[in-house]
């Protein structure tokens, strides 16, 4: 007994009419013989499993390319260097602000005069040589083991703050007496430069990493 020839014709991805041995039933309920309906009916439902599967496979592909683009890994090794800079920076403050604590803490102060004002030229642009003038107070104190001290001090402004004669109150370092400042707001607020440029650098940088993350998140 010759075997049968089933076969589905399909049109934009759905089954049109079935054929068994060449003729032509619109769908499955015109086949008149129940095994023949049987077979074009596991044929179909081998069909859509099939479609099913790579319907299945694509979509996977898919989560894997979007999960990609949304991690890629370039911005996370920026993100690792934002996060390290930011912890520097804030590692840098915190050391600095306690030094600078700490040296606050250690300062004896006395009685000080200015005796002279000296002024130095610094390049502000070395090829269009551009100069600007400083002028730094040099001070005399007697610290706390009673030898008088004559010190420049580190302290300048582009106009002279002090006049020689001035009385001022010296801030300095009982065991180094020549570590020593005139005390003042403007020199207290010097030693809290670096702590509070780095703090702000690295609250900056840690704010960045974390409306990245949040961003990459959603």
Known sequence: MAKKKYSINWENDEAD?????????????????????????????AASEDEFEEIKFDE????????SAENPGMEKI?????SGVAALMILISVISSFSAIQKISKEETAPGRVVEMTMRREYVNEQDRIVNEYYYPIVEFIPIDGRKRTVQLSEGSSTPSYEKGDEVTIAYDPEHPLDA??????????????PSITGILGLAFAGGVFVVKKVMAV
């Open 78 to 82: 920026v993100l690792g260097i934002f």
């Open 17 to 45: 009419s079935f054929e068994v041995n060449g003729i032509k039933y619109e769908s499955l309920d015109d086949v008149p013989d129940e095994k023949d309906r049987d077979k074009l009916s596991a044929m179909l439902h």
């Open 60 to 67: 996977k592909e898919f989560e894997e390319l979007r999960k």
């Open 181 to 194: 400042r005139i005390k003042s707001t403007g020199s207290a607020m010097l030693m809290w430069i670096l």
